[in-house]
């Protein structure tokens, strides 16, 4: 894949998964496979993480990778059908032991600044770091440690699968979305977004 060669500029080593499968009813196709530029979007956004990350893995199913992404290490929600809060219980028990960003595989506007500003206001006393957009955390571009791992699971035990609600309900440090971050945090959720997103970025 070509590309920018993202590194992080913090202290913070971090892994990260990135989320596919999911039912993209709107988009009424698998997202992960869409075009952009000269890959898929799942492509674009492993490019970003993938040279700053201490590992990284695709978390969910996914009925068709895009070849070159075939040999990276794929693993099921835990439990599946429940939306990313089974994810982010997959990816945390996969990596027990360091901060993990939670990525959609729908950002391909992401850029590292957005991953470095997060990863810089890591402390030791918080588990999850998050953008906050008009009110609400924006929970699948975030960063968690695995310490939260046992409050999602008594969350998904009581039913409860919003990651807001998970957020909120922890230690976190939330950091406002400039200009800037919000348009690397677009989701393509839409034939209409897909089309906005690629008329904002050269490479697509």
Sequence with gaps: ??????????????????????RSSRMGRDKA??????????????????????????????????????????????????????GLAALLTHFPNQWCFLLSCDLPLLAPDTLNALLARVTPDV?????????????????????????VRWQIKRGIHS??????????????????TRRALTNVNTSDDLKHARSTDPEA
Aim: aromatic share 6%; hydrophobic share 40%; proline share 12%.
């Design 1 to 22: 894949m070509s590309a920018r060669q993202p590194a992080n500029s913090t202290n913070t080593p971090f892994n990260a998964g990135i989320l596919v499968g999911g």
């Design 33 to 86: 496979t869409l075009p952009w530029g000269n890959n898929t979007m799942l492509e674009t956004v492993v490019r970003t993480v993938s040279s700053a990350a201490a590992q990284y893995v695709l978390v969910g199913q996914c009925a068709e990778l895009p070849p070159p992404l075939r040999g990276v290490t794929l693993i099921p929600d835990d439990p599946p059908g429940i939306g990313p809060v089974g």
């Design 127 to 151: 588990s999850v770091v998050a953008y906050r957009i008009e009110g609400r955390f924006d929970p699948c571009c975030a960063l968690y440690h695995p310490r939260v791992l046992p409050e």
């Design 163 to 180: 990651l807001n609600a998970i957020i909120r309900s922890v230690p976190h440090i939330s950091v406002d979305a400039d200009d800037a």
